[in-house]
């Protein structure tokens, strides 16, 4: 089945059967060569050149995964030197709840408290500027997905997971510390 533009144009559009493909753009490039002798025989596929189309946003995923994982890794390190701060700062306040007796996981939760509740204060301002901005974004385009809440819901939750995991290294190494040891430092 063949398509031709305009009656004075070399552009064609030719569908060509699954499996037959190299055969048939031989065929077709004989038939080209009788009638446009002075023209070099170019055959592209469709979705080819749609699919070249999303390159640039193919190249802004790529790029935004990295900048991404960097920000994630810089964000960690950031946060892993603010919590071993803030334990060393609250060194005599955990001696003294370890000796009236609180547990390791009262301690973990008293310093990882501040953390997770600036944490979740971000999230709850991100999640609706985040929905508007990729709503904005998506409009671009002809066909788009659907945004559920779900997936800010993940974000949000893996955010919330990566920082405590962050945390839980310097929090569990406070709340394993003797008390003695606490009264050493000062």
């Known amino acids: 089945l063949i398509f031709r533009f305009r009656e004075w144009g ?8 699954p499996g037959t493909e190299a ?3 031989e065929e077709i490039e004989k038939v080209y060569k009788q009638f446009h002798p ?15 189309l999303y390159d640039s946003e193919d190249k802004v ?7 991404a994982a960097i920000a994630i890794l ?17 060194t005599k306040e955990i001696g003294i709840r370890k000796v009236l ?22 999230i709850v301002l991100s999640i609706p500027l985040g929905y508007f901005l990729t709503e904005a974004w998506l ?13 800010f819901a993940l974000a949000g939750f893996l955010s919330l997971f ?22 050493r430092h000062e």
């Open 101 to 122: 007796g609180a547990s390791r996981i009262a301690i973990m939760r008293i310093l990882s408290g501040s953390f997770s509740s600036t944490l979740v204060v971000a």
């Open 139 to 151: 409009q671009n385009f002809a066909y788009s997905i659907d945004l559920s809440w779900w997936m």
């Open 10 to 17: 070399r552009n064609m559009m030719v569908r060509v059967q």
């Open 74 to 90: 810089v964000s960690c390190l950031g946060l892993f030197g603010l919590a071993a701060f803030t334990a060393e700062r609250k």
């Open 162 to 183: 990566i920082a405590l995991f962050t945390v839980s290294f310097q929090t569990l190494k406070a709340a394993n510390v003797n008390p003695g040891e606490c009264r």
């Open 38 to 52: 002075r023209y070099d025989f170019e055959a592209r596929f469709l979705n080819d050149d749609y699919n070249a």
């Open 61 to 67: 995923a790529q790029l935004s995964n990295y900048m």
């Open 23 to 25: 055969n048939t753009l």
